[in-house]
C-alpha cells in the first residue's frame, strides 16, 4: 500500500532562483568533513581526481602506512611463465562446452593450461606508484610517539590538513590533487624541517604482489634495486622506477634549498632535507615512462585549481539537503550521500571503468553501471563521459571477435576485462550475460540528458552491435515456442549451476529492457530496425514465478526455501522493479507477485552474505513498491556500512572499501529524490524536511 505522505519538499523547477545555494551547499557538505585522530587500518583519506589518488595515514601523507598513489595508466604485467606451451597469452586455448547442441568455446581455465590461465587472470594490476612519507631522521618513530595529532579532510575544497607534536614542535601537513594531472601539492610547516629532524622520504614498490590484501598494494620492504635518482639540483629531482618492463618516473621541485639522497642501503627509500627554512612547499609529479624532463605548477596553482574544481563539482551537480530534518537516519544518510559524493569523484571518475574497491583490482564490467551510472543521475555527465561510450568503443572489436568465434553476432561484452577489454579467463566471467544491456542503460540516460543526432550517433555503434548479441544469443525453443536465454549461463546471482540455468528473472526483464531501447534509438534516426531485435523481443520466455513470487531462474528447485543457497548471493529479482522500470512492452509486470517477491527476500534473504548494493537494489525496488520506510532501512541496514571517512565496507565477500555500494546508495538516493517516469517523487519519509534540487526522474 502506498502511503500517503505530507510534503515538506521544494523540486526545483526550471528558470527557477537556485532553491539550495552555493552557501548551503558548502554548509552541508562541509558539516561531514572527516576527522581522524590516529591512522585508520583499513582506509586512508584521500584526495584525487578519478584518474589519480593519493591516500594518506594520520601524517597527512604515507608515513606509517603504505597507502596507495594509483592511477589509470600505471599498470604492471608479472613476466609470463616459462611452462613449456604455457609461455605466452596466446598458448591459452579456453574450454569447449555444449550450448544448445554445439560446442562453443569459452575463455574458462583449462586444467591442462593451468600456469597461462592464472597469468590471464592475474594481470596486468594496478600498480602503487610511489609513496611520499614523513622522514624522521632518528629512525624508529612509530605512530604513537606523535602527539595531540588531529586531521581533517576539507571535501569542499579537496584538500588534507593534518598536524601533531613531535619532539615538542608542533608539525602541520597539507595536500592537494591537482584535478587534471597526477600532480600533488603539499605544505610542511615546522622547525624540525631546519633542524634536520625531519624530511620527506620517497619510497618505490619492488613488486605489486598483495594486490587483494587491501587496503595495501605493493611490497616495501624488499632490498632489490628499483629505483633511480636521475637528476637532482637544490630545489628539483627526478626518480626512474622500474618494475620488470614497466618504467614510471616522479619529478619534485620544492621551495627553498634542500638536497635529496639515497637509496639508503638495502632499501628504495630516498629523503629529502630542506635547509633554512621552516616551510617547505613540494609539488610532485608523476608520470609513466622514462622522460625527465617535468614541468612543475606552483603550490598555490594546485591548491587554486583543486578548490575551483572541487566548488563546481558541489555546486553544479543534483543535491539532496536533509539539514532541517533533526532525526539520526536522516543525518546518516545525508553522510553517507556527501561522503559517496566525494568517493566516486576521487575513485570512480576515470576513463577506464572503475575497480571494485575504487583504485584497487579487479575491474568488471557488470559492475560499471553500479559504479558508473550514478554520475548521470547526479548530473555529472562530464565525469561518465570519461568512461561511456569511449570504453565500449576501445573494447568493441575484441568483444565483435568473442561473438564471431562463439558463433554469434554482434558485440559480446566480457566481464573481468583488462584495459584493452581482454576477459580474464572464469567460468563466471565467461558465461555471466547481464553486463550486456548496460551499455542501453547509459546510452538511454545520455539521449534524456541530451537528446539530439550527436547522441544517437555517438552511441549507434555499441548499441547495435550489443543488441545484434542480444537477438542472436536468444535460443528459439522449438518446444515451448519462446525464446530462452541459457543454460549455460550465470545469472546475476553467481551461485547457480550453468548447465541448468535457464530464463533468470532479471536477465530476461533485461534483455526486453535493452532490445527495447534499441529498437527506440533505430526509430529516432528514422533507421530500419533489424527484424531479429523485436522478433526475439517480442517471444521472450516469460518471467519466472513459484510460489507466486520471480524466481531466481525458470525451475530453480527449492526457491523460497529458508537456508538454500537460492535465498543467497544478490536477490537480483528485486532488480527487475528497481534498477529497472516497468517493461514497455509485452506482458506488464505483475505488481502483486513482485510485492510478494519483496516480502519473501525480506523473511527469508540471507543478507550476512549479500553485498552493500543489493541493499540499494532492494531499497529502489521498495521505493517503487511505495514503502519509503522499507527503503530507508536497506539503505541504513546493518550490513551495509560506511566507515567514518564514508568508505563503503566491504563484508564478508569483498575487500574494504567497496565502491559499487557508493554507486548503488547515490542511484537510490536520487531515486528518492527525483522519483521515476509517471512519479516523480520526491519520495522520503513523511516527516522529514527535505530541499531536493536538479533531479530528473529515472527510467
Ligand atoms: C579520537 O577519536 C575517537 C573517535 O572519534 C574518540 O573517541 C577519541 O576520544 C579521540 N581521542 C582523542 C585523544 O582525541
Ligand atoms: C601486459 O601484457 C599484455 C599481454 O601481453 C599486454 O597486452 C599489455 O600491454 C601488458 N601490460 C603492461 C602494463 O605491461
Ligand atoms: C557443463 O557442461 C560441460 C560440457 O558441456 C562440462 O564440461 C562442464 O563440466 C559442466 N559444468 C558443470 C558446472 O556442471
Ligand atoms: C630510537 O632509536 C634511538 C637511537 O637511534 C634510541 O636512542 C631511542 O631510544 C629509540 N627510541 C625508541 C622509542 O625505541
Ligand atoms: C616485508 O614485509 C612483510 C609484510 O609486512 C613481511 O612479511 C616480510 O617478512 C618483510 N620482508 C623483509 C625482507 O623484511
Ligand atoms: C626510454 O624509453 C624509450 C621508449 O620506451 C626507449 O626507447 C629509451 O631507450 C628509454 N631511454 C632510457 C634512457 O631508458
Ligand atoms: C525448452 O524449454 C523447456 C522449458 O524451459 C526446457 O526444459 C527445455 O530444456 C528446452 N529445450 C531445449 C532443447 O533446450
Ligand atoms: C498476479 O499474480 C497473482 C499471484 O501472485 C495472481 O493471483 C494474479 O492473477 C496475477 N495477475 C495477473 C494479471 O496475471
Ligand atoms: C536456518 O539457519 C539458522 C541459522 O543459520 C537457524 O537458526 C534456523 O533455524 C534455520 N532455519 C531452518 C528453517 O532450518
Ligand atoms: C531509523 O531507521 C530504522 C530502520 O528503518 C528504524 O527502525 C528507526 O526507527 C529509525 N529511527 C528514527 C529516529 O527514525
Known amino acids: 500500500m502506498r502511503l500517503i505522505q505530507l510534503w515538506t519538499i521544494v523540486t526545483l523547477t526550471a528558470g527557477a532562483a537556485a532553491k539550495i545555494p552555493a552557501h548551503q551547499r558548502e554548509h552541508v557538505v562541509r558539516s561531514f568533513n572527516p576527522h581522524r585522530n590516529a ?81 590471464l587472470i592475474e594481470n596486468p594490476q594496478r600498480l602503487s606508484i610511489a609513496n611520499i612519507g614523513l622522514h624522521f631522521s632518528e629512525g624508529n618513530v612509530t605512530e604513537e610517539q606523535l602527539l595531540f595529532k588531529s586531521q581533517d579532510l576539507d571535501i569542499w575544497e579537496g584538500t588534507i590538513r593534518s598536524t601533531f607534536r613531535y619532539k615538542g614542535s608542533d608539525v602541520s601537513v597539507q595536500v592537494w590533487c591537482h584535478p587534471d ?130 566548488a563546481d563539482y558541489w555546486t553544479s551537480g543534483a543535491f539532496v539537503d536533509l539539514s532541517a530534518t533533526k ?31 575504487g583504485t584497487i583490482p579487479p575491474r568488471l564490467l557488470e559492475m560499471f553501471l553500479w559504479h558508473s551510472l550514478q554520475f548521470a543521475r547526479w548530473g555529472h555527465y562530464d565525469l561518465l563521459s570519461r568512461s561511456a561510450p569511449s570504453t565500449y568503443k576501445r573494447f568493441l572489436q575484441s568483444s565483435i571477435d568473442r561473438a564471431t568465434q562463439q558463433g554469434y553476432a554482434g558485440a559480446r561484452w566480457g566481464k573481468m576485462t583488462d584495459p584493452t577489454g581482454r576477459s580474464a579467463p572464469g567460468e563466471i566471467n565467461a558465461l555471466l550475460i547481464w553486463q550486456q544491456p548496460h551499455v542501453m542503460h547509459f546510452a538511454e540516460y545520455f539521449y534524456r540528458e541530451f537528446p539530439n543526432h550527436d547522441t544517437l550517433e555517438e552511441w549507434d555503434e555499441v548499441v547495435t552491435a550489443t543488441a ?47 532490445l527495447d531501447i534499441a529498437i527506440q534509438w533505430k526509430e529516432r534516426q528514422g533507421i530500419t530496425v533489424p527484424g531479429a531485435w523485436a522478433t526475439v523481443r517480442d517471444n521472450l520466455a516469460p518471467l519466472p514465478i513459484i510460489d507466486d513470487a520471480y524466481a531466481v531462474y525458470e525451475g530453480i528447485p527449492n526457491m523460497w526455501q529458508p537456508n538454500t543457497t537460492t535465498v543467497q548471493d544478490h536477490p537480483a529479482m528485486a532488480g527487475v522493479y528497481g534498477l529497472l522500470p516497468p517493461p514497455s512492452t509485452g506482458p506488464p509486470l505483475n505488481i502483486t507477485s513482485m510485492r510478494h517477491t519483496a516480502s519473501l527476500i525480506k523473511e527469508l534473504w540471507d543478507f550476512g552474505d549479500s553485498y552493500g548494493w543489493d541493499f540499494s537494489m532492494l531499497a529502489m525496488n521498495s521505493l517503487r513498491l511505495g514503502d519509503v520506510d522499507q527503503a530507508i532501512a536497506y539503505l541504513l541496514d546493518e550490513y551495509y556500512v560506511f566507515d567514518d571517512a564514508g568508505y563503503a565496507e ?50
Open 650 to 699: 566491504g563484508g564478508s565477500r569483498v575487500p574494504t572499501p567497496y565502491m559499487p555500494d557508493a554507486g548503488g546508495l547515490l542511484l537510490a538516493a536520487a531515486m528518492m529524490a527525483g522519483g521515476w517516469d509517471g512519479d516523480e517523487g520526491p519520495h522520503f519519509p513523511e516527516n522529514w524536511n527535505v530541499v531536493v534540487e536538479g533531479f530528473s526522474p529515472s527510467l
Open 327 to 357: 532525526n539520526t537516519n536522516a543525518t546518516e544518510l545525508q553522510r553517507r550521500i556527501i561522503l559517496s559524493q566525494y568517493l566516486v569523484a576521487v575513485n570512480e571518475a576515470s576513463y577506464n571503468p572503475p575497480q571494485e574497491s
Open 181 to 310: 594531472d597526477p600532480i600533488v601539492g603539499i605544505e610542511i610547516k615546522s622547525d624540525l624541517l631546519d633542524s634536520g629532524d625531519l624530511g620527506v622520504s620517497f619510497d618505490f614498490p619492488t613488486s605489486d604482489i598483495n594486490k587483494f590484501d587491501a587496503p595495501y598494494v605493493g611490497v616495501w620492504n624488499d632490498t632489490a634495486d628499483s629505483t633511480a635518482l636521475m637528476e637532482s639540483t637544490s630545489s628539483t629531482a627526478s626518480f626512474k622506477h622500474t618494475l620488470d618492463s614497466n618504467i614510471n618516473g616522479l619529478g619534485i621541485k620544492w621551495s627553498g634549498k634542500g638536497s635529496v639522497s639515497g637509496p639508503s642501503p638495502g632499501t628504495n627509500r630516498f629523503v629529502l632535507k630542506s635547509s633554512g627554512s621552516k616551510v617547505v612547499q613540494l609539488v610532485a609529479v608523476f608520470r609513466p615512462g622514462n622522460d625527465t624532463r617535468y614541468s612543475f605548477p606552483t603550490y598555490n596553482n594546485i591548491a587554486s585549481a583543486s578548490r575551483e574544481w572541487w
Open 468 to 514: 545484434d548479441f542480444m537477438a542472436s544469443y536468444a535460443w528459439w525453443n522449438q518446444s515451448t515456442k519462446v525464446y530462452d536465454l541459457g543454460p549455460p549461463m550465470y545469472p546475476v546471482s553467481e551461485n547457480t549451476s550453468p548447465n541448468v540455468t535457464i530464463n533468470p528473472t532479471f536477465e530476461l526483464a533485461y534483455w526486453r529492457f535493452g
Open 39 to 119: 591512522s585508520s587500518s583499513t582506509t586512508p583519506l584521500q584526495v584525487g581526481n578519478g584518474n589519480f589518488a593519493f591516500g594518506v595515514d594520520i601524517t597527512g601523507l604515507q608515513t606509517f602506512s603504505h597507502f596507495a598513489t594509483e592511477s589509470s595508466w600505471a599498470w604492471h604485467n608479472f613476466s609470463l611463465p616459462t611452462t613449456p606451451g604455457q609461455t605466452s597469452p596466446s598458448d591459452f586455448t579456453g574450454l569447449d562446452w555444449w550450448t544448445h547442441g554445439r560446442l562453443v568455446n569459452y575463455d574458462m581455465p583449462n586444467p591442462a593450461e593451468n600456469d597461462i590461465s592464472n597469468w
